[in-house]
């Protein structure tokens, strides 16, 4: 698996953590739908109004896993480093409004809080916070 400490960015944090899903996925093959969504970073001012006006949006959790688990209709992961780092005002409306419409939508501090919350998700885990 990728190198890993406890600084770690949240890049890296991802990174290893679709890793893990790539190699779990031999075995559990729906894991092979856990997608990134490459809303963050930096971006030239002409990109990014090019991707502004081509549907991205600012708040969007970093990682989906289409793959319903009643009651839910799939996951959402918004991804965050271990220390130091803030869910946004935009990241909680998503998740609210993600909630409201049905799908399991959680934050994740470090990959392999991600890694049990999806492990959770699939075995039909319901969760005792948002």
Known sequence: MTRYCNRA???E???ALIEWAYIEGLRRPEL???YAVPNGGY???R????LKRTGVRPGVPDLCLPVARPPYHGLYIELKRRRGAAVSAYQKIWLDRLREQGYR???SYGWDEAREEILSYLDGGVPTTW
């Open 105 to 107: 939508a959680v934050v």
């Open 13 to 15: 944090e991802q990174a």
């Open 47 to 50: 990109t990014a109004a090019i």
């Open 43 to 45: 971006r030239p001012p």
């Open 9 to 11: 960015t949240e890049d």
């Open 32 to 34: 092979m739908l856990l």
